[in-house]
């Protein structure tokens, strides 16, 4: 056989998709498994977005090739949006890079920019491509740790002088994922100046920044002025506008970081399906009242999570936003062993908080991508199989 790249060594198969292969295997054995570990949303987009898809793909003239930056109506519905949500100016000719879903730019971001032995700082317990990225690159991960006394937020002052000197790009991640914790514009405005003293690129990934509860809106980093001089954001409509499947995703900020991201984007991909964009267009103009009742199920979801762990005596926080609850386990138990049994026994999956790193254990990652009755049901199972431990 031809070896693999010596940089195809520094991958795994990804935890969820190995976790698929198990369940699909214990589905074939006719056993029902509920899912509470991956976040796709279960619900659909509106029949707006879904007829604009429709109208696009029924023209002949939309199934060529697009431009690599996608189309001017796509570049000012993401200014667009940003200025109706934070009220920040975007240049939409200079300042978004359209992705093939925010996954996708935060892999290549990296590889634009880590060069072999460059240091990346990357927040502990988090988003799994953050440091899969670094590592292929042929960078080093510094973890800072997400701590529960910290509000799950980074403390910068902790991060060594030598480290932050080496330091190229900072990840952050609010509403946060796995953790659900969010993050202030005071917090934005400490992380830019630590940013400014050392020359390091903030890298916000905002993926959650539009699933918000009880009345919280989430910040941008660019509401913190200059955070564009130091800052880039990844932004996505997967989670936001219930398009997970479409890839649609963006990245805003710093003209001359997008400018590096665009080059090597011309030499990966061929840009998106038009009817694609066109949706997308839709889904970011019209009226966004949906959202907020969007937000309502997933928040009427998230209490029944928390009033069930909280019967169980697990003293869980209540999220603001995102679409996860962080669980701390009972009596100490192992995050992977805790998560395994549970799938094994009781048949529902939830995922280990070692997935997203060292400082994930003793937690489960909680989703609320289901329906009201398949939480119940998953509840009342890990609170009997719980009850046998």
Same mark, same amino acid.
Request: with cysteine.
């Given at each position: ?17 190995? #976790?698929?292969?198990?369940? !699909?295997?214990?589905?074939? %054995? =006719?056993?029902?498994?509920?899912? &509470? ?12 977005? &879904? ?22 109506? /796509? ?7 940003? =200025? ?36 990346? #700082? ?8 953050? @440091? ?20 799950? /937020? ?16 900072? *990840? ?18 400490? !992380? $830019? ?43 996505? /409509? ?12 963006? $990245? ?11 080059? &090597?984007?011309? %030499? ?27 937000? %309502? ?13 909280? %019967? ?8 603001? !936003? ?21 799938? @094994? ?18 937690? !489960? ?11 119940? @049901? $998953? ?5 009997? *199989?719980?009850?046998?431990?």
């Amino acid at each position: 056989m031809i070896e693999s790249a010596m940089r195809m060594q520094t991958l795994q198969t990804q935890f969820f998709a190995g #976790l698929a292969t198990r369940i !699909a295997s214990l589905e074939a %054995q =006719g056993i029902k498994v509920i899912r &509470l570990d991956v976040g796709s949303p279960d619900l659909p987009p509106p029949p707006s977005i &879904l007829d604009a898809l429709y109208r696009s793909a029924n023209r002949p003239d939309t199934h060529g090739y697009q431009p690599h930056n996608g189309s001017a109506a /796509l570049l000012n519905a993401w200014a667009r949006m940003y =200025g109706n949500l934070y009220g920040v100016e975007i240049d939409p000719k200079s300042e978004v890079v359209p992705l093939l879903g925010s996954k996708e730019g935060i892999f290549h971001l990296t590889q634009a920019f880590v060069n072999p032995g460059d240091l990346v #700082l990357i927040p502990d317990p988090g988003y799994l491509t953050y @440091e899969a990225a670094t590592r292929f690159a042929g960078g080093e991960v510094y973890r800072m740790p997400l701590l529960p006394q910290n509000d799950y /937020l980074p403390d910068f002052s902790t991060v060594p002088d030598e480290i932050a000197k080496r330091a190229k790009i900072m *990840w952050l991640n609010y509403p946060n994922n796995p953790t659900a914790a969010t993050a202030t514009k005071e917090f934005f405005a400490q !992380a $830019a100046e630590f940013a400014r003293k050392h020359n390091i690129l903030i890298c916000h990934d905002a993926a959650y920044a539009q699933i918000t509860y009880d009345g919280y809106r989430s910040p941008s980093v660019f509401e913190v002025d200059p955070a564009k001089e130091v800052s880039i954001e990844f932004n996505t /409509l997967s989670k936001s506008h219930n398009m997970a499947g479409w890839r649609v995703g963006a $990245a805003l900020g710093n003209a001359n970081v997008l400018k590096t991201l665009y080059t &090597l984007k011309t %030499q990966v991909d061929s840009g998106h399906f038009r009817p694609i964009l066109d949706a997308a267009v839709q889904a970011m103009t019209e009226d966004q009242g949906w959202l907020l009742e969007r937000n %309502q199920i997933y928040q009427r979801r998230r209490d029944l999570i928390v009033k069930s762990l909280r %019967q169980m005596g697990i003293d869980v926080q209540t999220p603001l !936003a995102s679409l996860y609850v962080w669980m701390p386990l009972p009596n100490g138990r192992s995050s992977e062993t805790f998560c395994r049994q549970l799938l @094994e026994e009781a048949h529902v999956s939830i995922t280990p908080g070692t997935v997203f790193g060292k400082y994930g254990e003793g937690y !489960a990652r909680i989703c609320v991508c289901l329906a009201d009755d398949l939480i119940v @049901e $998953a509840m009342d199972r890990l609170a009997g *199989w719980m009850a046998k431990q």
